[in-house]
């Protein structure tokens, strides 16, 4: 807030100690003005139809209308609510049902009052005497995420996003095999090698470096022409690894692929796995939740056979950013010995309470926030079948917008979609017919990304494209809210068209 005492040059004293330093009664009208805005700009325009996903603004205009300058003094609060308000309205509107950009958005509204209320509370997730009703809270939710995935025991965390989940499985794995890197390091370690496919995420790559593995001895892993990995290529390379002085120690299997929504084979995996003992890890971040579907649930066949599983219910679910589960099967508390530095100003070893309620150990984090508030109140909202209904509605959305899809010209599909991932290429009625021309892949290639401004430009929509491999840029429809209808489909179709249709 605004209102600090001012410096007293005569006493040097910064202000009176026995008042506060903020006033609290203007704080509070600021923050109930600044909920009237939430309301209206971010809750009724930024979900309506009729408004748009985004007020596109280039980057220097941006700055100036949002007057980014921070300044000696403070300033009033009519003019700190029109940065809130120019906040909401130039931000991207991601629970609006046409931001279909990437694989977060929509809204979830008992969800959200979790996430407010979490932020009111302040609560810092690493003790049981600071976080009583949260300690117990994660553990139930993640009980409950570990029953889905088929582990009557098991342990586990949020984490800050998947690909710190992943990080965390990763330097699990790595103490499991060697537990003297956490007082020796690297020096006196083998060469270690990790598999993963051609589609998995970036945050393997990632985890290697970052823990000191190397991207090198990431080994990548074919794919068949749906995206899965090949269980008998990663078993060749795994035996290749080894011919060649290497030691293999995890294998990370992603259960919706990023781009195309793909599923590995996990029972396949797990043989391979469990013949080379080595750790494996299913990076479920995106296609963890159709376990709570019966109809969809098979696509995660064998996961019960994986050592770890990553999964973001701020993804499918709409649970808000960020809520990151990583969840184990083991059952000797690997978390807390891999990373436990035992500070005995936090975690002193006479409280008058169980020790195991401290979690904060289990965690490289210090602070930690509580993400498992929102998901709680969601599931004892809806329950999990509310969930499977909204799993199973995002699948049939997915296939209607394919049927309706294959009906008009133009639209052609990379593949059939496995998940809810549907990707394609918009052909212009100008390229119909010209496949066999020398520059036409040249040509196709930059069709999304001009679609994609306009898009941008007149706030329409907002939907994603890339290329993978030799396939140049394609859209990539992330279908998955629970706002959407078919009408929005129709809608995304009729747009591409009219805003491609002069190219």
Request: glycine share 8%; hydrophobic share 40%.
């Amino acid at each position: 807030f605004s209102n600090l005492k001012p410096f007293s040059p005569e006493s040097h004293i910064l202000c009176d100690l026995n008042e506060p330093l903020v006033d609290h009664t203007e704080g509070q009208l600021f923050l109930n003005d600044t909920f009237k805005i939430i309301m209206e700009e971010v809750l009724c325009k930024g979900t309506d139809i009729k408004h748009k996903v985004c007020e596109w603004k280039e980057p220097k205009e941006l700055a100036l209308l949002l007057d980014l300058e921070l300044r000696a003094t403070g300033e009033p609060q009519h003019r700190l609510l029109q940065r809130v308000q120019d906040v909401a309205k130039y931000s991207i509107k991601t629970s609006h049902p046409r931001f279909m950009n990437q694989q977060f958005g929509g809204v979830d509204y008992h969800a959200l009052a979790g996430r407010f209320l979490t932020e009111a509370l302040n609560t810092n997730l690493y003790t049981y005497e600071v976080a009583p009703v949260f300690v117990l809270m994660e553990a139930e939710v993640l009980r409950g995420l570990r029953q889905l995935v088929g582990w009557t025991e098991g342990d586990g965390l949020f984490c800050p996003g998947g690909s710190a989940s992943n990080m965390y499985a990763m330097n699990i794995a790595r103490y499991q095999h060697f537990p003297e890197v956490k007082s020796q390091g690297l020096c006196g370690l083998p060469r270690l090698n990790i598999f993963t496919s051609s589609d998995s995420h970036y945050s393997v790559k990632k985890g290697a470096a970052f823990l000191g593995i190397g991207t090198d001895n990431v080994i990548i892993v074919e794919v068949d022409e749906g995206g899965r990995m090949i269980p008998d290529d990663l078993d060749e390379k795994i035996t290749l690894a080894k011919s060649q002085g290497a030691v293999p120690f995890f294998v990370s299997c992603t259960s919706g692929t990023t781009v195309r929504g793909a599923f590995d084979p996990l029972d396949l995996i797990a043989d391979v796995c469990e013949k080379h003992k080595l750790w494996m890890h299913v990076d479920a971040a995106w296609g963890g939740s159709v376990l709570f579907s019966k109809q969809h649930s098979h696509l995660l066949k064998g996961v019960y056979r994986a050592n770890s599983v990553s999964w973001n219910p701020h993804k499918m679910l709409v649970a808000g950013l960020q809520c990151s589960a990583l969840l184990l099967q083991d059952t000797t508390d690997l978390l807390r010995k891999c990373h436990s530095a035992n500070a005995t100003y936090l975690f002193q070893q006479d409280k008058f309470y169980d020790l195991n309620l401290d979690v904060g150990d289990k965690s490289v984090q210090c602070s930690r926030k509580v993400d498992c508030l929102k998901l709680w109140l969601m599931w004892k909202a809806v329950g999990s079948i509310g969930f499977a209904e909204r799993v199973d509605k995002a699948f049939n959305q997915a296939r209607y917008l394919v049927e309706q899809m294959k009906k008009r010209e133009g639209f052609h599909l990379l593949q059939e979609p496995e998940f809810v991932n549907v990707c394609f290429w918009f052909i212009p009625p100008s390229m119909r017919g010209k496949e066999g021309m020398a520059d036409y892949q040249d040509r196709l290639a930059k069709v999304a990304p001009v679609i994609k401004e306009r898009m941008m430009k007149q706030g329409t929509m907002m939907v994603g494209y890339q290329p993978l491999g030799n396939k140049v840029n394609f859209f990539r429809m992330v279908v998955f809210s629970p706002l959407l209808t078919q009408k929005d489909m129709d809608f995304f179709l009729d747009e591409i068209e009219r805003l491609g249709k002069d190219l």
